[in-house]
C-alpha cells in the first residue's frame, strides 16, 4: 500500500538538465549565463552575511520589489518574488489550477510545465507549434474548465518569439490567465510588460539565473495586476526568499548597465553559434534567447551528444516525440562555442 | 469573476510574525535565535561567492546531506533537503494529501499547517491538547480518508513535549505518516530522530532557523525512509536550495560544538525567562523549545503586548479560540530578557 497520492507515485518527475558539481565540463546544456554576475551583488551578499542571518527576511522582498518597480517601470505591489521562476510558476498554478482543471500549453516548450499540471491533480493539453514556431488559433479554443495558460516567450528549446501584439491578441481570446514566461527575454528584441496594464488576463514571469548570471541564487519574480499579487501571496511560504538572495537580486537589477553589456555579448556570440551550426549542416533557428535549437534534417543527433560529453562538452539532447530531436546548446563565451563547433566537426 | 481557486479566494492567508525592517526592536515574536551564527557559516557563503554564482545549485544538495547525515547518524539518501523547513511541510503535504482529503492535527499548535491543508483543498481536523499538554488517544483515531498527521514536537506555542516512545505508539496506531516537525528539538532532551528507521510512517523535519540561529537562510531538511525521500523528491522545485544556502547549511551543522554551546546558553536564559514571568504571575508553562507560553490566570495580555511593542520590545500575542490566549516570548539574550521583564513588572 502506498502512503502517496496516485499522481505522484505514478510521476516520473521533473529531470533538470545534468548539473556536474566536479570536473572540469563547460556547461552548455541548461542555459546559465558564461560570465560572472555584476560584482556589486557579491558585495551586496557580503554586507546582508555581515548584518547577520539569525533574523527572518522580509517576506515581501520590499527592497527589491521597489528597486525592480523602478527599473520595469511598475509598482511594487505589481511584483511577487520567488526562490527562482519555478517557484512563481509553483505559486500561480496551485492558486488558479484545481484537481481535475486543465492547463493549456503549447508544444513543444517547457517541460516543467506538464509536471506542475500532475502534482495538482490536473490536465495538461498541449497544442503543438506551426512548423514555423508560431502558434495557430487553436491554441485560444481552450476547454471550459482551463484555468491557466503557460506561454515561453521567448520559447525553449525553439528560443524564438511571438511578438507582443500577437500575446495579447491571444489573452483577449481566452477566459483564462495567461502567463508569459520571459525567463529569456532580456535577450530578445521585445517583451510583454508594458501589455500587463492593459489586461489583467497577462502576468509575466521573470528569473534572474539567466541574463543576470545568477542561476546559483534562485531568485525569480512576477509582475501582475496588484489584486492577483494578492491572491498569489496567500499561496506562497511566508519566507520564500532568503536574506542572501534578496540582497543579491536587488544589487544585480540595480545595475543595467552590466545587464546591457552581458546581453550584447551574449547576442554577438549567439550569431557565431547559429552561423558556426548551419555551416555544419544544422537547421538551426534564429534565436531571441540565449541558447539556440539545432535540428538536423539527416544525421542522427543523440551520437554527438554523447561524443560532445566525452569531449566534456554538456549540451542538451531533447527528443519530443511526434516532433523530431535536436540539440540544444547555450550561448557560452566565443571560446566555449569555438570549442564545441570544433568537436561536432571533428565528427560529422 | 474570480480566475482564482474558491479555496484560495476564501482563505485569510496565513500572517507571519511581524518582521520591522527598521528600528531597533528587541524581537522575540519569532523565535530567532539572539546570536549569530557560527563563524564558518559567513566564511562557507563568501567562498561560494567566489566559486561564482551562474551556475545552477546541485540540485540535491549532495554536500549538505552527506555531512549532516554524518552528524545524525543517516545515510545521504534519508535526507531531503528544502528552502527552510516551510518548504519541507509544502512538499510533504502536497505528495501525501489530496483535494478532499484529511490533515490531522494537535490544537492549538502551528498555524500554517491548517493553511497548507487549505491550499490543497484539504480538510484539517484538529484535535486538543489535553490541559496538560499531552494527547488522548483520539488523536490516533483518524477519518479514513486521513492521509498525513503533524505533530510539532516541542509544540509551539507552547514548548512541551511528547516523550518519543509516546509518539512511536502513535505513529503505530495510524495507518498514515506523521510527520514530527522537530523546528525545536535540539533546544530539547529528546527527539525522534532514532524511530524514523524502526518505522516508515515517522519522518522528522528540521530546521537551520532557531537553533543555528540562520533565519535568514532558509533551510531545511526532512529525514525520512529512503523510498519515501524518493517520492518527495519529485514534489520539489528542481532547485529548491540555493548554492550560498547550501554552503552555508553544510558549515553550520559542521560545527557542533558551537550548537552545543549556543543551545547551553538559550537553555540557561530560558529557565530565567520562566522564573521571571512566574514571580509576575504568569502561568509559565515549562519550555522545551526557545521560547515561552504565558498564560495569565487573570490579566488581559493584549494591552501588555502593545505596552511592550510601544517599548520596542516584539513578543506574540496569540488568542486560540476555546482555548485561550498568552504571550509567547523567544528566549534572547540575558540582557533582552530583562529589559522584557522590567517593562512587565511597570506595567502590572
Redesign the interface.
Known amino acids: 500500500m502506498s502512503?502517496?497520492?496516485p499522481?505522484?507515485?505514478q510521476?516520473?518527475?521533473?529531470v533538470?538538465?545534468e548539473?556536474p558539481?566536479g570536473g572540469k565540463f563547460i556547461?552548455l546544456n541548461?542555459n546559465?549565463?558564461?560570465?560572472?554576475?555584476s560584482a556589486a551583488?557579491?558585495r551586496a551578499?557580503?554586507a546582508?552575511?555581515?548584518r547577520?542571518?539569525?533574523?527572518?527576511?522580509?517576506?515581501l522582498a520590499?527592497?527589491f520589489r521597489r528597486r525592480a518597480g523602478e527599473v520595469l517601470g511598475v509598482g511594487p505591489d505589481w511584483i511577487l518574488c520567488g526562490?527562482?521562476s519555478?517557484?512563481i510558476l509553483?505559486i500561480v498554478t496551485?492558486?488558479?489550477?484545481?484537481?481535475g482543471e486543465c492547463l493549456r500549453l503549447p508544444y513543444p516548450s517547457y517541460i516543467?510545465y506538464r509536471t506542475l499540471a500532475q502534482?495538482q491533480?490536473a490536465r495538461s493539453e498541449e497544442i503543438r507549434f506551426q512548423a514555423n514556431w508560431s502558434l495557430a488559433d487553436d491554441f485560444t479554443q481552450v476547454s471550459r474548465d482551463t484555468?491557466l495558460v503557460f506561454l515561453p516567450n521567448p520559447n525553449s528549446p525553439s528560443g524564438t518569439v511571438l511578438p507582443p501584439e500577437r500575446i495579447l491578441e491571444i489573452a483577449e481570446r481566452l477566459p483564462?490567465?495567461l502567463l508569459v514566461d520571459e525567463a529569456y527575454s532580456d535577450f530578445a528584441d521585445a517583451n510583454c510588460l508594458s501589455l500587463i496594464a492593459k489586461s489583467d488576463?497577462i502576468m509575466v514571469s521573470r528569473t534572474l539565473?539567466k541574463s543576470y548570471?545568477?542561476?546559483?541564487?534562485?531568485f525569480g519574480f512576477l509582475v501582475a495586476q496588484p489584486h492577483?499579487i494578492e491572491?498569489f501571496?496567500?499561496?506562497k511560504?511566508?519566507?520564500?526568499?532568503?536574506?542572501?538572495?534578496i540582497a543579491?537580486a536587488t544589487a544585480a537589477i540595480d545595475d543595467q548597465a552590466w545587464l546591457r553589456e552581458n546581453v550584447a555579448k551574449v547576442r554577438k556570440t549567439r550569431d557565431r553559434l547559429t552561423a558556426g551550426m548551419r555551416a555544419l549542416g544544422f537547421a538551426s533557428v534564429d534565436s531571441e534567447a540565449n541558447f539556440v535549437w539545432n535540428p538536423h534534417p539527416e544525421i542522427p543527433l543523440k551520437p554527438l551528444y554523447e561524443h560532445l560529453k566525452a569531449a566534456q562538452i554538456l549540451v542538451r539532447y531533447m527528443d519530443y516525440p511526434g516532433w523530431g530531436d535536436g540539440l540544444r546548446i547555450s550561448v557560452g563565451t566565443d571560446e566555449q562555442i569555438d570549442a564545441c563547433l570544433a568537436v561536432l566537426k571533428s565528427k560529422m
Do not use: H, W
Not at 547577520?52 to 517576506?59: E, F, I, T
Not at 548570471?213 to 534562485?218: K, P, S
Not at 511560504?237 to 538572495?245: C, E, W
Open positions: 502512503y502517496f497520492r499522481e505522484i507515485e510521476m516520473a518527475g521533473y533538470p538538465g548539473q558539481q556547461k541548461t546559465e549565463n558564461p560570465y560572472p554576475a551583488v557579491g551578499i557580503t546582508s552575511i555581515e547577520g542571518l539569525a533574523k527572518y527576511p522580509d517576506p520590499t527592497g526562490n527562482g519555478d517557484d509553483t496551485r492558486a488558479l489550477v484545481g484537481a516543467l502534482l491533480g484555468k483564462c490567465p488576463k539565473s548570471a545568477l542561476a546559483g541564487l534562485r492577483l491572491q501571496t496567500k499561496v511560504d511566508s519566507y520564500n526568499v532568503d536574506a542572501l538572495s543579491g
